[in-house]
């Protein structure tokens, strides 16, 4: 499956932002998606991923709130909706897929088979 992140950007402090996933060669009810981010300078890490039951999970207090993952399979997306942004939420965002993980979603990168090639966010005044 090939996956197109999309929707990045510059946005103010407190604002909001969708990114979304664009998958193909597969659907994504058969995946875990999930959605990674990379700051600079730090490594990559988990936000928040969606079966393909729909279960959802995230383990970072930064998500807790503010970031949403939800999905259209019908678009075959996937979408992160961020609200409230902050500074620290800069990054590269990163969506990803596994078809490895049934009805669980894995935190660790290297348990995800396909990702796409990341969106920036930027937030800044």
């Known amino acids: 499956v090939q996956l197109q992140a999309s929707g990045g950007g510059l946005v103010q402090p407190g604002g909001s932002l969708t990114l979304s996933c664009t998958a193909s060669?597969?659907?994504?009810?058969?995946?875990?998606m999930s959605w990674f981010r990379q700051a600079p300078g730090k490594e990559r890490e988990f936000v928040i991923g969606i079966t393909g039951t729909g279960a959802t999970r995230y383990v970072s207090d930064f998500v807790k709130a503010r970031l949403f993952v939800s999905r259209d399979i019908s678009k075959n997306q996937v979408y992160l909706q961020m609200i409230n942004l902050k500074p620290e939420d800069t990054a590269v965002y990163y969506c990803a897929a596994t078809g490895r993980a049934g009805n669980w979603v894995p935190i660790r990168d290297e348990e995800y088979d396909y990702w796409g090639q990341g969106t920036q966010v930027t937030v800044s005044s």
């Open positions: 060669g597969g659907t994504i009810s058969i995946y875990t």
